[in-house]
């Protein structure tokens, strides 16, 4: 038995009343991550790399401004303060693995600036889960501030200005001057060391690290490998003498101020010195002539004082 169309089925009306209307249901877009964030930092970086370097010479951006939405930038803010810091002590550590990566190729790594600048914003024409980026080289000297364990600022939401304390191992090393705005210093150290794994050339037969109170080396070490059995140790005043010759970039080291030579057969170390003044771990080192060198035991790990200020320590390789 044929059952007759209704007219609802005639006028094609009919999977309205039978079926239930299905709609897509749009999933929730998950909100950033401060992995999302560090990762994309990171990326920005390599890709400032990729844009800027030339020849053999590495540039890189030192200012990184981050744009969120203002739902997320809220929450970072609200909900995780102090997290900005974080992610920027782990980017900016990352960075120099970066370039210490490029140093070991032979790369030139010279910093524009002295300073990395991070701003974290927020827009409004951004949807929950975007973000932007705008980077600078940003030559300049950094400006001293002040560091505080408590940070004052004024939301834009309420225009009340509110205090709030921050953990002081996140402000270490920071320049904080306002919410979402941070400085943290160049290390040039931290590019330029000697990597551990790096092999021993067998020509090698010492390391000096040197300390100097020049302001252009406050607070870095200047590493010299010694390849020659003896080598000479002058200042900054150029002088015409044989063999090798270690200058110094200070005034307080006389031209020539030390001689140190590797004795083969009894694998020792001596010095001479002609400077001034040399202590030799705490004991003065007898001041003798060029023409005449007066030699003294050098032992390795020693540390010696040239003229009460410019420090060198020997070691093994």
Not at 8 to 18: C, E, H, I, P, R
Not at 103 to 129: L, Y
Request: aromatic residues 14%.
């Amino acid at each position: 038995m044929n059952t007759k169309p209704t007219i609802w089925q005639k006028m094609g009306l009919q999977d309205w009343f039978v079926k239930k209307e299905t709609f897509a249901v749009k999933e929730p877009v998950p909100g950033l991550k401060p992995d999302d964030v560090f990762r994309y930092i990171v990326e920005k970086f390599y890709e400032s790399i990729d844009q800027l370097s030339f020849a053999n010479r590495i540039v890189f951006y030192h200012e990184y401004i981050i744009c969120f939405n203002p739902q997320d930038y809220n929450r970072f803010m609200d909900n995780n303060k102090g997290i900005f810091g974080l992610i920027i002590q782990e980017s900016v550590k990352q960075f120099y693995q970066i370039l210490k990566e490029f140093t070991e190729k032979g790369k030139t790594v010279q910093p524009g600036s002295n300073k990395w600048v991070f701003r974290f914003v927020s827009h409004p024409d951004h949807k929950p889960g975007d973000k932007s980026f705008i980077g600078k080289l940003m030559p300049g000297k950094t400006l001293q501030h002040e560091e505080n364990l408590q940070v004052t600022y004024i939301p834009r939401q309420t225009g009340i200005a509110e205090t709030f304390d921050v953990n002081p191992d996140i402000l270490a090393g920071f320049n904080h001057y306002s919410d979402g705005y941070y400085e943290v210093p160049y290390k040039t150290e931290l590019v330029h060391n000697v990597p551990a794994h790096v092999a021993t050339p067998a020509n090698l037969f010492a390391k000096l690290e040197v300390i100097v109170p020049d302001k252009a080396f406050a607070g870095k070490k200047i590493t010299y490998l010694m390849k020659n059995e003896e080598i000479l140790i002058a200042g900054k005043e150029s002088i015409h003498m044989n063999g090798e010759i270690f200058s110094i970039p200070s005034e307080w080291v006389n031209s020539p101020h030390l001689r140190i030579r590797f004795h083969q057969p009894l694998g020792k170390f001596y010095l001479a010195s002609f400077g001034e003044k040399t202590m030799l771990n705490e004991h003065e080192v007898f001041q003798s002539q060029v023409e005449k060198p007066h030699w003294v035991e050098l032992p390795v790990n020693s540390r010696m004082v040239l003229n009460g200020i410019v420090g060198i320590n020997i070691y093994k390789p």
